[in-house]
């Protein structure tokens, strides 16, 4: 089956260090999302890409997040400096048809 | 802008019930709407989608909506739960007018818990 690989799956770190999540979308899908799931705000979107252009990046604190596509292969988000407050699970989705997002199992974070 | 209200965060129901979880939205153009599941510890998967035509709308796993315009609301049923769909359910919104109708708003969630 085809699946949207995320890694790590957790990841404990300390305040102000650099987070790195990775995320291999499903061969042939166009678009790209990060999630971003919390207790208190639910699932925020934070990027998204269509054909490895951004698209829509509002979402997304601009000061210490940066989300990029260096091939139709790898999505990257990163967070630096973080924050305890950036502690949540990290999903992301990609798609091709319309709503039909297929989503990885997500990154774990936990800033100290 | 496009917003989902899902009315209830917890629902317990016994197995074999029937169960209903509840969607509102809210926006000032047409809309697609989606519920998602997410098991435990696994990201979220699609269940059913409207876009257009038939209000009633069939999904996987005997889950069904069905969409009310006059009331926004895209109301999720199964008539008798089994235990294997204890999970967290999302409603979501898009504007079919934006950008490939892929980004999605999703409401808060509700968690469905089937008691044996």
């Known amino acids: 089956d085809a699946r949207v690989t995320q890694t790590p799956r957790h990841k404990v770190t300390e305040m102000g260090q650099e987070v790195t999540m990775r995320c291999q979308p499903i061969?042939?899908?166009?678009?790209v999302f990060w999630y971003r799931q919390t207790m208190m705000q639910g699932l925020e979107l934070l990027a998204y890409?269509?054909?490895?252009?951004?698209?829509?990046d509002s979402g997304m604190p601009k000061d210490r997040f940066s989300a990029e596509m260096p091939d139709a292969t790898l999505a990257t988000l990163k967070i630096q400096p973080s924050e305890p407050r950036d502690s949540a699970v990290y999903f992301c989705?990609?798609?091709?048809?319309?709503?039909?997002?297929?989503f990885g199992s997500g990154t774990q974070l936990s800033v100290l | 802008a496009q917003s989902v209200t899902q009315l209830d965060s917890q629902v317990p129901v016994f197995e074999e019930a029937p169960v209903e979880l509840r969607c509102n939205y809210s926006?000032?153009?047409?809309?697609?709407l989606f519920w998602y599941v997410q098991y435990p510890n696994q990201g979220l998967q699609l269940l059913l989608k409207y876009l257009s035509g038939s209000t009633l709308v069939k999904g996987i796993n005997g889950f069904e909506a069905e969409f009310n315009k006059s009331q926004t609301s895209f109301h999720l049923r199964k008539p008798s739960v089994h235990i294997s769909d204890t999970a967290e359910y999302f409603c979501?919104?898009?504007?079919?007018?934006?950008?490939?109708?892929?980004?999605?708003?999703f409401g808060q969630g509700t968690r469905l818990t089937i008691n044996p």
């Open positions: 926006s000032s153009v047409s809309v697609y």
């Open positions: 979501a919104v898009s504007d079919p007018q934006i950008q490939g109708a892929q980004k999605l708003v």
């Open positions: 989705a990609s798609g091709l048809s319309t709503g039909k997002l297929f």
């Open positions: 890409f269509r054909n490895r252009a951004p698209l829509d």
């Open positions: 061969l042939g899908h166009n678009t």
